[in-house]
């Protein structure tokens, strides 16, 4: 145990010191958690090396602290008490305690942030000083908060507020009914994407996104979903994969097909990082009309006059993408369906490619413990930490939980990727580690892939 202990501590020392030269190296000084100016480093994509050290500090951090503290210390406040965690973020985020606090680096009093939004006084101090507790806003002298590092990425500019208002309120409502869903005889092993502990909680018989889009009350949670997902894209740094995968390597004209791309937020990345390839969105007919008309010509001009990028709708459950793409590029899709429909859209998939074409399925892979010959090619932390990093890694889980509760649908691992792409005629190539998520590399299952 001595042993393990000094590894752990090894681990932390030696992760929090690459950490602390990461930051360094770009402006001479780590950044403070008093700071509310961003440090230049925190609108990038972290280097590999920087990525691997914050999983490795908080899976040590984490790991040193439940194996050397009373275990019933632990349960309390690591499993417990942090559940009233998201319920006071949404009071401070409702009241958006961060833009009242800005520009007041002195802080302000609760008495006056109270009046201003409208929450008594004294139980909003005791909320705030929970928050400060974990940094997010700190008690600057009795009773007078002032924003830090962490509270300003909640300003309500920014849309990390809106991912946090869904899931302070939607995910946090909807997971108190998660215990009664499971143990409901019909819901419990059903995928319908409407027998979820969201729809418990909602008592209405729609799955969340068409309940969102069909009831006029609920299409603000629409709405801020979307603008939350550019947060999540972000704080998970999803555009990783803009450099980690060798689209430079594609010849000049070479076509890729975002299936599902939304509005084109990775679209958008790939055709100003890459300007030699020919992009191709695909959505319903709704985002497509936004993308055409809204984002593409503020975000990138260029690819539209340059004739870069083609919008085509289409429901992926009825007709197949593009034919003859090099590239079929999927994220965040199959995750929301069960196995029956990720197989429709791979075989529709399957059927537009041509000899020598790509599909890059960009997804968490779940790891579990065990190590199969699949998992085998997947990064496993440094001993003695858990192999999947434990608390370094915990989003994947947490994520997958998320789409259980939201949707009934979840997170798949590499084994379970590798099956439904041969159901659907399709064979593995490779698994490309993006940072936090993956991409599932498949061909076409003949010739040579
Ligand atoms: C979670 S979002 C992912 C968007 C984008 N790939 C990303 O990662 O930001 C899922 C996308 O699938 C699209 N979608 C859902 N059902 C669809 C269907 N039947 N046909 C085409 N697109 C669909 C949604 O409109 C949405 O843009």
Request: one cysteine or more.
């Amino acid at each position: 145990m001595v042993d393990e202990i000094s590894a752990l501590l090894s681990l932390i020392n030696t992760s929090a010191r690459s950490l602390e030269r990461g930051y360094t190296d770009e402006r001479g000084r780590v950044p403070s958690l008093d700071d509310t100016e961003p440090h230049p480093l925190d609108g990038q994509i972290s280097s590999p090396e920087m990525r691997e050290a914050v999983q490795v500090l908080e899976g040590a951090c984490a790991q040193l602290c439940a194996t050397l503290a009373r275990p019933n210390h632990t349960v309390l406040n690591k499993f417990f008490m942090t559940a009233l965690e998201p319920s006071c973020l949404r009071v401070a985020l409702n009241c958006k305690i961060p833009d009242i606090l800005q520009h007041k680096p002195a802080g302000m009093h609760v008495a006056d942030i109270g009046k201003i939004c409208g929450v008594d006084a004294p139980k909003l101090a005791r909320i705030l000083r929970l928050l400060s507790a974990k940094h997010c806003f700190q008690e600057v002298e009795r009773d007078v908060f002032a924003n830090t590092r962490l509270s300003v990425q909640l300003l309500s500019a920014n849309p990390l507020y809106s991912l946090g208002l869904h899931m302070t309120e939607d995910t946090t409502q909807g997971a108190t009914q998660l215990a009664e869903t499971l143990a409901d005889a019909e819901w419990g092993p059903s995928t319908d994407p409407a027998h979820s502990a969201f729809n418990k909680v909602t008592n209405q018989p729609l799955p969340m996104f068409d309940f969102w889009a069909q009831d006029p009350e609920m299409q603000s949670h629409g709405t801020r979903f979307g603008i939350g997902m550019l947060g999540w894209g972000t704080a998970v740094e999803a555009e990783a994969v803009v450099r980690a995968y060798p689209w430079h390597a594609l010849p000049r004209g070479a076509t890729v097909c975002d299936l599902g791309g939304g509005v084109g937020a990775m679209a958008i990345a790939l055709a100003r990082a890459h300007p030699h390839l020919r992009l191709k969105l695909q959505d319903l007919p709704a985002r497509m009309a936004q993308a055409r008309a809204v984002v593409w010509p503020a975000e990138c001009p260029a690819a539209l006059a340059e004739d870069r990028i083609e919008f085509k709708a289409i429901d992926f459950f009825a007709e197949a993408p593009i034919a003859g793409c090099d590239v079929y590029y999927l994220k965040n899709i199959l995750h929301a369906f069960p196995a029956a429909e990720c197989r429709t859209i791979l075989k529709g998939v399957r059927q537009a490619m041509k000899p020598g074409s790509r599909v890059l399925i960009h997804e968490y892979t779940l790891q579990t413990a065990g190590r199969s010959a699949l998992q085998q090619q997947l990064t496993h932390a440094p001993a003695p930490l858990l192999g999947n990093y434990g608390a370094g890694r915990i989003r994947q889980y947490h994520l997958d939980v998320s789409l259980m509760v939201l949707v009934n649908g979840g997170e798949r691992t590499l084994e379970e990727y590798v099956q439904l792409a041969e159901e659907a005629g399709l064979r593995f190539v490779r698994v490309w580690e993006f940072g936090d998520m993956n991409g599932v590399e498949l061909c076409a299952g003949e010739g040579e892939c």
